[in-house]
Every structure is written in structure tokens, then in C-alpha cells.
């Protein structure tokens, strides 16, 4: 068979294609044939020209087309096969990631050497990113050496050092506190306890996780960071104050590790910062707010809590200081807390927050605490509440909330979203309650979208049933459009 084409030049080629039947099997393999300038180029040979066409790009076009392969360097470094040209162009990736979990003594030591390998191939060339997650053990602490002092020296803007032990900890090398090139910065399990003064002059982005940090510490670093615009402690200890005085500084993210982080008393001092995301046990940490009058947003989680009038006081405190923040988002415990508050007869502070948004369990308990919070929110016009847990648990009668309506009309709230939040163990609530007391109150209501939880198309009659029911309460905004889906 043969027929003709044009060629991206405009000129005719004619295309032969052969079937040869295989003996014993059945069937034909097609092979194909250009002619060409009056000569015929093999299909293999197509192939071989296509390459050779790719490789003869120049380096920058070849390294961008890398960079969308998979994450990890070692997709990259599977293109050495193609030819002598790719044999090691993937170790000049702008971005090097490696990554390793596999609890193997051997495996990892395979996986070091290979990042030792990768990096004495690469020349002096751009790095914008260099990534390592692995096992580390004590044994590697000249090897991890050795790629920090690589990355630094090829001028790197983000740095990860993501080192995953229970035992021990990486003391990186002086040369680290000192970068003029560094944008970004994490180091996981690391001693942080720089000898000389810290110059990170560019660094913008800077994260800690399962680190020792005393308070003079941070206090150099922050110094030593003059363009720093966010700052993310996870599971850290050691410091008991945080005095962020920058005015660059916008966004403070601070993960309580309960097992080592017991220290009583956590002051945060920051008049700049616009964001704040905290997680802990008021149970085992009294956070105290100080001069935070310019922030935003604001996200508050608690890992748990109990029944004492301290907890609940001092719930209500970190209320009254973020007051004027435009987005208020609670979590894990907290709207728990303030349900136990609201029961107590505790009055909640009036605040001017225009977003709500709260990660909470679906249980009878934390509605009080859910209206106690639209009461003390009349700026209000967009509400989100959504379920943190999933559908486990048996069948059980609902027992109607000790508060189950509002004392006041919601005058600016316009937008509802109730995500996960309806059981089918008890036949949509607490979704049921919430839902006809926002119809009832919310006279400026313009949407109210219900996403049920995933385990009700499990159960289509309930949802049916619950969904009727939803459609049926009486909405004082004649503008209210209600959707319901599984």
C-alpha cells in the first residue's frame, strides 16, 4: 500500500507501508517506508532522525522540557538512554528533587550515593531549586554536608532539607547562615544554632519542622532577615515569646508539637503581620496575643481541650484579639470550647469579621457554640462550615442542642456553604437545625449550597427525605437559592 504526502516544507513524499505476516502468529506487522529525496528512510529510522532533530535543540529548550517530568530527578535521568547528547543533560536541571521513605539500610545508602553521583556530574550552572526527603541517620551527616555546600555555592534560591529520623539531629554547616542567594529555606530536624551572625538578606519564605528554637535564636534570625514575609513553625519548642517586629513579615504559621512544647505561656508580638494560623492544646499552652491590630485572616485550631473555666477564658480572650480581623476560620476543638461557653451563660465578644469559616465535627454539642458565633458576628456575609470527620459511626436518636435558634436576625449574610456536615445516622442533623436557623434568620440570604456527607449515596432514601426537608422551611430572603447534593 502507498499514497502520498506533504512535508512541513511543502514537498511530496510517498509513503510505503508493508505488512509481513508472522509465522505461527496470526497476524501482521506493518513497517513503514518514506521516500524521500529518492530515497527510502525506514520507520526506525524516522525515529532515529526525530531524536536526533530534539537533541539538536539547544540546552535551555531541552531542560525546560525535562522539568515536566515527574518531580523526583530520577524520571529525568531515564532520558540518558536516548543518546550520547542526553547521557547527562537531566543533571543540569534547574530544580533537583530527591526523595526516599523506604525504611531499608541499604536502599538509603543506594539513595545517597546517588545524589553524590548526580551532583558531581552537574557543572557550575543555574540552580533554582534543590530538594532532599530521605531516613537520615548520623552516618550521612557529611554526605547532607556536602549538598548543602553544593547548593550554596550554585547560588540556590530554595533549599529543603526534609530529614525524617526519631533519633537524631542534622547540624548544618556554618556556611548555611550566610546566603545571599536563598529565597526560601526549610530544614526539618535540624540544630539551629548559628555561631555567627545570620545573613539571609533575600530570604522571603522561611519553615521549621521538629526544631529546637530558643528565643534568642529567633530573635537573630529575624534580624538576620530583612525582606521576611512568612514564617512557618511546625512542632517546634524552646521559645516562649515571638517579637516580630518587621514590617515585612505578613503571614505566621505555628504548629504546637504537644509532646515537647509544654511551656505554659506563648506570647506572639507582631503589629505588621496581616495572617495568622495557629495549632495547639489550650490545655497545655495559654497563647496570649499582643499587638496584632493589623491582621486579616486569622485560623485557630485546637488540638484539644476540656471542661475547666481557664480553657474557656482564655478561648474567649483570643477571640476579643482577633475581633477585627475580615476572616475568622476555628478548628479541630475550638467551636467545642466555645459550646461549653455559650452553655455556661459566657457571653461571646462582638467582633467585625465579614468571612466564617469552621472545621468541626457533626454532633449535637457544637451547635450552641455555631450560633453563639453568628450572634456575635453581624458584619457576616459569608458562612462555610465543614465536617473534619467521616461516617463511622452507628445509627443513634438525635437529641435536640440545648440552643437551637438565634436571638437576632443575620442582616448581611449572603453566601452559605455546608460541606460533609449532614449524618445519615441522624437523618441530616446537626446540617437540619443549622440550615432552617439560618433560612429563618438570615434576611439578606442569597445562596445556600449543602454538600452531604459522601456515605449518604449510600443511602438514598435519607438524602431524599433530607433534602425535601431542607426545601421545605420557611426563608425569610425571598432571594435565597437552596442546593443539596450527595
Not at 475581633?323 to 455559650?342: D, K, M, N, P, Y
Not at 469552621?358 to 453563639?372: A, F, N, W, Y
Not at 437545625?433 to 433560612?439: G, W
Request: glycine share 4%.
Amino acid at each position: 500500500m502507498s499514497g502520498e504526502r506533504e512535508n512541513e516544507f511543502g514537498n511530496k513524499e510517498e509513503i510505503v507501508v508493508e505488512t509481513e505476516d508472522r509465522e505461527g502468529e496470526g497476524f501482521g506487522e506493518e513497517s513503514y517506508s518514506v521516500q524521500k529525496d529518492g530515497e527510502t528512510v525506514s520507520n526506525k529510522r524516522m525515529k532515529e532522525m526525530s531524536i536526533d532533530r530534539l537533541s539538536a535543540l539547544p540546552d535551555g529548550i531541552l531542560l525546560h522540557i525535562l522539568s515536566f517530568l515527574d518531580s523526583d530527578v530520577k524520571e529525568a535521568a531515564v532520558t540518558s538512554v536516548l543518546s550520547k547528547r542526553w547521557q547527562f543533560l537531566w543533571s543540569e536541571l534547574p530544580k533537583l528533587t530527591f526523595s526516599d521513605y523506604i525504611w531499608d539500610v541499604g536502599k538509603t545508602r543506594e539513595f545517597v550515593s546517588w545524589i553524590n553521583r548526580t551532583i558531581m556530574l552537574r557543572s557550575e550552572s543555574y540552580l533554582k531549586e534543590f530538594q532532599v526527603d530521605f531516613l537520615y541517620d548520623e552516618c550521612y551527616a557529611l554526605d547532607v554536608n556536602a549538598w548543602v555546600r553544593f547548593a550554596l555555592k550554585n547560588n540556590v534560591k530554595e533549599l529543603s532539607l526534609g530529614l525524617h529520623t526519631r533519633i537524631y539531629f542534622y547540624t548544618p554547616p556554618r556556611v548555611l547562615y550566610s546566603s545571599s542567594s536563598l529565597t526560601y529555606l526549610w530544614l526539618q530536624r535540624c540544630i539551629v544554632a548559628p555561631q555567627l551572625k545570620i545573613e539571609w538578606p533575600c530570604l522571603t519564605r522561611l519553615a521549621f519542622e521538629d526544631v529546637e528554637l530558643h528565643d534568642d535564636v529567633i530573635q537573630e534570625i529575624l534580624l538576620g532577615c530583612p525582606v521576611l514575609s512568612f514564617l512557618d513553625l511546625r512542632m517546634c519548642w524552646g521559645f516562649k515569646r515571638l517579637d516580630v517586629k518587621s514590617e515585612c513579615l505578613n503571614e505566621l504559621v505555628l504548629f504546637d508539637n504537644e509532646d515537647k512544647y509544654n511551656i505554659g505561656l506563648l506570647e506572639i508580638s507582631a503589629p505588621y503581620l496581616r495572617s495568622l494560623h495557629v495549632s495547639f492544646s489550650p490545655v497545655a499552652t495559654k497563647l496570649q496575643l499582643i499587638n496584632v491590630q493589623s491582621l486579616v485572616t486569622v485560623n485557630i485550631h485546637f488540638t484539644e481541650c476540656d471542661n475547666s473555666l481557664e480553657v474557656m477564658n482564655t478561648t474567649l480572650e483570643l477571640l476579643q484579639k482577633v475581633q477585627h480581623a475580615e476572616e475568622l476560620i476555628l478548628g479541630g476543638l475550638f467551636v467545642e470550647v466555645l459550646s461549653r461557653s455559650v452553655l455556661r451563660g459566657l457571653r461571646l465578644p462582638q467582633s467585625k469579621h465579614n468571612f466564617l469559616g469552621l472545621e468541626t465535627s457533626r454532633d449535637m454539642k457544637i451547635i450552641p457554640g455555631i450560633l453563639g458565633l453568628l450572634e456575635s458576628s453581624p458584619r457576616i456575609d459569608t458562612l462555610l462550615i465543614e465536617s473534619v470527620h467521616s461516617f463511622q459511626e452507628p445509627v443513634r436518636s438525635w437529641v435536640p442542642a440545648a440552643k437551637n435558634d438565634l436571638e437576632c436576625d443575620l442582616l448581611n449574610l449572603k453566601t452559605v456553604r455546608l460541606l460533609d456536615f449532614a449524618d445519615p445516622n441522624h437523618a441530616g442533623e446537626p446540617m437540619l437545625t443549622i440550615a432552617r436557623t439560618l433560612l429563618k434568620r438570615a434576611t439578606a440570604l442569597e445562596k445556600m449550597k449543602i454538600k452531604a456527607l459522601g456515605s449518604l449515596t449510600e443511602f438514598t432514601s435519607e438524602f431524599t427525605k433530607m433534602s425535601e426537608t431542607v426545601l421545605s422551611y420557611p426563608r425569610s430572603s425571598e432571594k435565597a437559592v437552596v442546593g443539596l447534593r450527595p
